[in-house]
């Protein structure tokens, strides 16, 4: 894992058997590159905010411009990530409401800004607070792996967006967050799912399907017949439920679901007088 930034096309150097431990771990290893992002963007921003209130005074949206270098370089060298940046829980600064620093990759691989009337008075997207992507690291306390859901708020793209929670002194700040397609993702982990010998899916702790060889459980639908939080929280070899494997993906909030190998029963001859596991006397 580390700080190095996995390149998109981490998942083709495959085995020819793959075993779900494996899909599991070289999800992890491509989403921990996304997440090491994401973690170095919240640290900078702890460090902002500490900086900020040991001044004695509350924080304002253009303190937010220092941690613009940072998101920058971090658009220019982790290729999963397609947008980056901090989106402040209300009433943390002093002169707006709501505010969201981020900065976004254009297709011909610029960096601009993402501009937002977040006016309630006008703009659909004025509470950003109900969204899964801030509502979980809030909650939980810990970091989160959100859709995929087309994401008007940014692009208007099919994407997923981790996030991590920002705290200063034991206070919720915000969220660290990193947007990613979902065609960049899908490229990475289809040809690992495809390897797995049976049917299998990536789902988020919420049950939303996040990549699938299932025809029965489609991107983006929803599952809610496991407590995927609780396979989360649990053993690293995972768990076995109704038919399944719901296995981790080692500390990144994907749990891979597999079906259970089906063992064919041994055949066993079997009549009166006789033990069971053997042949009857021939007449």
């Known amino acids: 894992?580390?700080?190095?930034?996995?390149?998109?096309?981490?998942?083709?150097?495959?085995?020819?058997?793959?075993?779900?431990?494996?899909?599991?771990?070289?999800?992890?290893?491509?989403?921990?590159?996304?997440?090491?992002?994401?973690?170095?963007?919240?640290?900078?921003?702890?460090?902002?905010l500490s900086a900020v209130l040991t001044e004695g005074r509350r924080p304002v949206s253009g303190d937010l411009a220092a941690l613009r270098p940072g998101l920058h370089a971090r658009l220019a060298g982790y290729d999963?990530?397609?947008?980056?940046?901090?989106?402040?829980?209300?009433?943390?600064?002093?002169?707006?409401?709501?505010?969201?620093?981020?900065?976004?990759?254009?297709?011909?691989?610029?960096?601009?800004?993402?501009?937002?009337?977040?006016?309630?008075?006008?703009?659909?997207?004025?509470?950003?607070?109900?969204?899964?992507?801030?509502?979980?690291p809030r909650d939980t306390g810990q970091r989160a792996v959100a859709g995929p859901y087309v994401d008007y708020l940014c692009s208007d793209e099919y994407s997923l967006t981790l996030s991590a929670p920002v705290t200063v002194g034991g206070r919720f700040m915000g969220v660290a967050a990193a947007d990613v397609y979902l065609r960049r993702f899908e490229a990475v982990v289809m040809p690992l799912l495809q390897r797995l010998?049976?049917?299998?899916?990536?789902?988020?702790?919420?049950?939303?399907?996040?990549?699938?060889?299932?025809?029965?459980?489609?991107?983006?639908?929803?599952?809610?017949?496991?407590?995927?939080?609780?396979?989360?929280?649990?053993?690293?070899?995972g768990t076995d439920q109704d038919g399944l494997r719901l296995l981790p993906c080692d500390g990144v909030p994907l749990v891979l679901a597999t079906e259970t190998p089906q063992v064919a029963p041994s055949r066993a001859w079997f009549t009166p007088g006789c033990r069971r596991g053997t042949r009857p006397p021939s007449p």
């Open 197 to 237: 010998p049976g049917p299998a899916r990536l789902v988020n702790a919420r049950g939303r399907v996040a990549a699938s060889t299932d025809p029965r459980h489609l991107v983006g639908s929803l599952t809610k017949d496991h407590d995927l939080a609780a396979v989360l929280a649990g053993p690293a070899q």
């Open 1 to 48: 894992m580390g700080s190095n930034p996995r390149p998109a096309n981490a998942g083709s150097a495959l085995l020819d058997d793959m075993s779900a431990a494996d899909a599991a771990a070289r999800v992890r290893d491509a989403l921990e590159g996304v997440f090491d992002a994401v973690g170095a963007t919240g640290a900078d921003i702890e460090s902002l």
């Open 80 to 136: 999963l990530v397609s947008g980056i940046g901090f989106v402040a829980t209300p009433g943390l600064l002093d002169d707006v409401p709501a505010w969201l620093e981020w900065w976004q990759k254009t297709a011909d691989a610029a960096v601009q800004p993402l501009l937002l009337d977040l006016d309630p008075q006008r703009s659909a997207y004025s509470d950003y607070t109900h969204w899964d992507w801030f509502t979980l």
